[in-house]
């Protein structure tokens, strides 16, 4: 490992998490003893087929959901037995997600969308507005700010979730099937994006169920029954666990 890399700093880590569902009178363990941890500034992709736990795991390093058990952190909070008021906290300032169906609303034009995650954080009009300018420069729609998703197409209104979750600066950002909702050209542009974004410093995460995307990034998670089945960083020679 290089002086580099032993440097990064650890964004988030979790230790032996767990997260159980009941299910009638069966217990799910949708996730089983993950340990993993994700430094500032990667750029790594969570892989898995359809119930693998991927997308728990995502709910949980997003704070969406909490775990059974386990310990987690995030940029030196121990979160884990955070309330759900606790958790929202945490998401709007810390954490920015992307979605594959975009999630925008329909009567609020492009500016008010991405303006949505600071409405409710003391910021002033004045601040909000620049800022939801800027990122829409980001990705390339500020000519399009007033238009409403519908007049969009897939990939530009894929790029207004992009600038939503960039307002706040958040400390790492997650992609939940990012592409899915795009043909092929219009998900290699979206990707592209992704890298520039990686490329200015952000902690980027891709859930996905392709090899092929999950192909893209310097580290990938492989998550099977609950477990990480794999853990591949190019950057370090291999090194496979």
Same mark, same amino acid.
């Given at each position: 490992?290089? +002086?580099?890399? #032993?440097? $990064?700093?650890?964004?988030? #880590?979790?230790? &032996?998490?767990?997260?159980?569902?009941?299910?009638?009178?069966?217990?799910?363990?949708?996730? +089983?003893?993950?340990?993993?941890?994700?430094?500032?500034? #990667?750029?790594?992709?969570?892989?898995?087929?359809?119930?693998?736990?991927?997308?728990?795991?995502?709910?949980?390093?997003?704070?969406? &959901?909490?775990?059974?058990?386990?310990?987690?952190?995030?940029?030196?909070?121990?979160? $884990?037995?955070?309330?759900?008021?606790?958790?929202?906290?945490?998401?709007?300032?810390?954490?920015?997600?992307?979605?594959?169906?975009?999630?925008?609303?329909?009567?609020?034009?492009?500016? $008010?969308?991405?303006?949505?995650?600071?409405?409710?954080?003391?910021?002033?009009?004045?601040?909000?507005?620049?800022?939801?300018?800027?990122?829409?420069?980001?990705?390339?729609?500020?000519?399009? =700010?007033?238009?409403?998703?519908?007049?969009?197409?897939?990939?530009?209104?894929?790029?207004?979730?992009?600038?939503?979750?960039?307002?706040?600066?958040? =400390?790492?950002?997650?992609?939940? #099937?990012?592409?899915?909702?795009?043909?092929?050209?219009?998900?290699?542009?979206?990707?592209?994006?992704?890298?520039?974004?990686?490329?200015?410093?952000?902690?980027?995460?891709?859930?996905?169920? &392709?090899?092929?995307?999950?192909?893209?990034?310097?580290? =990938?998670?492989?998550?099977? +029954?609950?477990?990480?089945?794999?853990?591949? +960083? =190019?950057?370090?020679?291999?090194?496979?666990?």
């Amino acid at each position: 490992m290089s +002086d580099s890399q #032993e440097s $990064q700093r650890t964004i988030l #880590e979790l230790r &032996d998490i767990t997260k159980v569902y009941q299910l009638g009178g069966e217990e799910i363990r949708a996730l +089983d003893g993950v340990s993993m941890k994700i430094s500032e500034g #990667e750029f790594m992709s969570i892989i898995g087929p359809s119930g693998s736990g991927k997308s728990t795991l995502m709910h949980i390093l997003g704070c969406l &959901d909490s775990p059974t058990s386990g310990t987690l952190n995030l940029d030196g909070q121990a979160i $884990q037995n955070a309330t759900p008021r606790q958790l929202a906290n945490i998401r709007n300032r810390k954490i920015g997600f992307v979605f594959q169906f975009f999630n925008l609303l329909p009567k609020l034009n492009v500016l $008010q969308n991405v303006e949505l995650p600071m409405i409710y954080s003391g910021i002033s009009a004045r601040e909000r507005q620049e800022r939801c300018m800027n990122a829409l420069k980001m990705v390339q729609l500020a000519d399009r =700010r007033k238009h409403r998703p519908a007049e969009l197409s897939g990939g530009q209104q894929q790029r207004v979730a992009i600038a939503r979750a960039l307002v706040n600066n958040p =400390r790492i950002i997650f992609a939940d #099937e990012p592409t899915g909702n795009l043909d092929s050209h219009t998900g290699e542009l979206i990707l592209d994006l992704f890298h520039n974004l990686h490329a200015e410093g952000r902690t980027l995460v891709l859930v996905t169920h &392709d090899p092929t995307i999950a192909a893209i990034t310097p580290r =990938r998670i492989e998550i099977r +029954d609950g477990k990480i089945a794999t853990n591949v +960083d =190019r950057r370090l020679a291999g090194i496979e666990k």
